[in-house]
């Protein structure tokens, strides 16, 4: 019997502003092998689209990185979503139509300037008339440039999804169809985001920037008259590697910790919000749902610590590497563009 060998899945290439993260799995002798990796972007939203792509291009090839073909993730903060009725099933109405004039409407926008998706999700305890969906939009400028920069760099764009369902997608486990409710708080540099998703849809998202690290940063600039490098590396370590022979730093430990203490409350925050709107929407209990943050280590472990002190102990954090950018490299062919 002839087995064709399995292929290495498309790039997903995450670049929200300040960060840029690039994910791939390919099959080996052993199992399949991720190849993962995360840059800081200096410059964040002012970095333009073709310097962005030619830094991931020079990235993927000494990283080890197969082929050219990537899944890109629609820029968050060029993007707005809505909650709209479209129409029962049987009626024979132009669905991405009527989304995109909502869309356009609610946010003031030419429909014909702009670019949709969207997805069913459940019915609220209190349904209207019609099928409620989620649905994104982004400026066809927007996605047009992108296209174009990472074609002069060498990649092809095979498709442009939504972050957030790659998020969702990107934190389920291998293997795994669920359609069961999560709560997903990712604390990135440059946004926190919380989204509920059951399976992939994703019901309610919510994005705070500044993040909760950045507020970290900012406060301890602020408090002890840091540079934000220096800031960034004491919220890392601060305050219980300052212990013992450490004393010259002993003065900013309180500063620090109260700063980070502040930056976890308000994602905890974020958090709440997001789930007493879901149980007010749909009547639900937040008990049985799976918990999951992703961020870097240090700030994911803060974090969990903090929500456990505050009684929810729940919280596990996602594996490395385990995100939006994962999510798109999973991305199979569902969505508009």
């Not at 799995?25 to 052993?30: F, N, Q």
């Not at 820029?75 to 479209?86: G, I, N, T």
């Not at 590697?241 to 700063?259: D, I, K, L, M, N």
Request: include cysteine; proline fraction near 6%.
């Amino acid at each position: 019997m002839n087995i064709p060998p399995r292929r290495q899945s498309l790039i997903g290439l995450d670049m929200t502003a300040g960060t840029i993260e690039a994910y791939q799995r390919i099959p080996g002798g052993a199992g399949d092998r991720p190849r993962w990796f995360r840059l800081s972007s200096a410059h964040g939203e002012t970095e333009g689209w073709q310097r962005r792509f030619t830094r991931v291009a020079s990235m993927l090839a000494r990283r080890g990185f197969v082929g050219a073909d990537v899944v890109v993730a629609a820029p968050a903060e060029s993007c707005f979503s809505a909650s709209v009725e479209v129409p029962a099933k049987a009626a024979d109405a132009p669905i991405p139509r009527i989304v995109r004039m909502e869309l356009a409407r609610e946010h003031r926008v030419e429909p014909a300037e702009i670019e949709s998706a969207w997805w069913e999700v459940p019915a609220p305890q209190r349904p209207g008339h019609g099928r409620p969906v989620m649905a994104i939009g982004c400026p066809t400028s927007t996605l047009l440039e992108m296209e174009e920069a990472a074609s002069e760099a060498g990649l092809r764009v095979v498709a442009i999804d939504a972050r957030g369902v790659a998020l969702a997608r990107g934190t389920r486990p291998d293997g795994t169809v669920s359609d069961d409710w999560r709560i997903i708080c990712e604390l990135g540099y440059s946004a926190s985001t919380v989204i509920v998703a059951r399976g992939d849809r994703v019901v309610i998202e919510h994005r705070d920037a500044p993040s909760a690290v950045q507020q970290m940063v900012a406060r301890v600039c602020e408090e002890c008259r840091a540079e934000p490098a220096v800031a960034a590396v004491l919220c890392r370590i601060a305050p219980s590697e300052w212990t013992g022979e450490r004393r010259s730093a002993s003065f900013a430990a309180p500063r620090v910790a109260r700063a980070v203490r502040e930056g976890l409350s308000a994602a905890a925050r974020a958090v709440s919000q997001a789930v007493q709107y879901h149980r007010h929407r749909y009547g639900h209990s937040d008990q049985f749902m799976d918990r999951i943050v992703v961020g870097e280590p240090w700030i994911a472990e803060r974090f969990m610590a903090h929500m456990a002190a505050s009684g929810d102990a729940a919280w596990r954090q996602a594996p490395q590497g385990d995100g939006a950018a994962r999510g798109l490299s999973l991305w199979n062919g569902e969505g508009d563009r």
